[in-house]
């Protein structure tokens, strides 16, 4: 059963420490998003890679996040120094997406998100 | 402005009763148009997808419907049941970028 895998699902931190948080894709897909939910701002777009590239990150502070894809099994989205701001939930998913300009109809699938509490 | 725009924000229905959800999109051009369920605590699941050629597509109970002319999508949810209650996304992509466009989701509510 091919699922997109979260860890960890809950983090409570304190202000100012680095959090980590891993995904792993389902394999053989060649997209893998990271967004952010909050009760205010739903979902919201942080990064994607595309064939581990990184193509869109500009809904990403990157002062303090910085999101990577160190092998087609990996994506990382690391927070550093946390804030209370981004206390949300964290959700991961991924796809197969046709590349360039051709039409597609591919699904994206979510892990189950981790919960980050910064206090 | 968001390109893709949902109301309800929420909705409160009794158990057994039919709902609408609708979605008004702006992104163009149009490439195809996804209803993703989420449950609390749980990442978005899809629902159904409308692509440009399709007006109407159900499964099971939820039928969703497209007017690509007027840039109008509804999620039809016939006698809902308890489960039902989640939030539901209306994702658009555009046919240019292959990008996703997330509206704010409504949250439906069933009570016995």
Known sequence: DARVTQTPRHKVTEMGQEVTMRCQPILGHNTVFWYRQTMMQGLELLAYFRNRAPLDDSGMPKDRFSAEMPDATLATLKI??????????????????????RTNTGELFFGEGSRLTVL | KNQVEQSPQSLIILEGKNCT???????????????YKQDTGRGPVSLTIMTFSENTKSNGRYTATLDADTK???????????SDSAS???????SYNNDMRFGAGTRLTVKP
Do not use: K, M
């Open chain 2, 21 to 35: 959800l609708q979605c008004n999109y702006t992104v163009s051009p149009f490439s195809n148009l996804r209803w």
């Open chain 2, 72 to 82: 109008q999508s509804s999620l039809h949810i016939t006698a809902s049941q308890l």
């Open chain 2, 88 to 94: 539901y996304i209306c994702v658009v992509s555009d």
């Open chain 1, 80 to 101: 550093q120094p946390s804030e209370p701001r981004d206390s949300a939930v964290y959700f991961c998913a991924s796809g197969l997406v046709a590349d360039g300009r």
